[in-house]
């Protein structure tokens, strides 16, 4: 199975940009969907991006549409995301996650469907 390392994490101030990234180990990353999730102190993870393995579908919470982005480059295999107009809500540690079904073109946002997850990244934004 693939593994996972975010980096990119940091301290920013809001309305301020910061790009997060995930590398993958294994040879079956370009044919997994990949979601980036996030948790707060005290909060549930929680769903903030994904995009299947062609970048055919892709998918935002509400509370980040529009600001960040997600995307991939399978030749890399990473996953990234663009974080834009970040707001002290968005602090919080990143996490990266492998949905090990291949080819799938369904965009899940529940955090029991993914399979393989990094260690984290912490983002902190101030106000």
């Known amino acids: 199975q693939v593994q996972l390392v975010e980096s990119g994490g940091g301290l920013v101030q809001a309305g301020g940009s910061l790009r997060v990234s995930c590398a993958a180990s294994?040879?079956?990353?370009?044919?997994?969907?990949m979601g980036w999730f996030r948790q707060a102190p005290g909060k549930e993870r929680e769903f903030v991006a994904a995009?299947?393995?062609?970048?055919?579908?892709?998918a935002y919470a509400d509370s980040v549409k529009g600001r960040f982005t997600i995307s991939r480059d399978n030749a890399k295999n990473t996953v990234y995301l663009q974080m834009n107009s970040l707001k002290p809500e968005d602090t919080a540690v990143y996490y990266c996650?492998?949905?090990?079904?291949?080819?799938?073109?369904?965009?899940?946002?529940?955090?029991?469907?993914?399979?393989?997850w990094g260690q984290g990244t912490q983002v902190t934004v101030s106000s």
């Open positions: 294994g040879r079956t990353f370009s044919t997994y969907p």
């Open positions: 996650a492998a949905d090990q079904v291949p080819f799938r073109r369904q965009i899940k946002t529940v955090p029991g469907d993914y399979d393989v």
């Open positions: 995009i299947t393995w062609n970048s055919g579908n892709i």
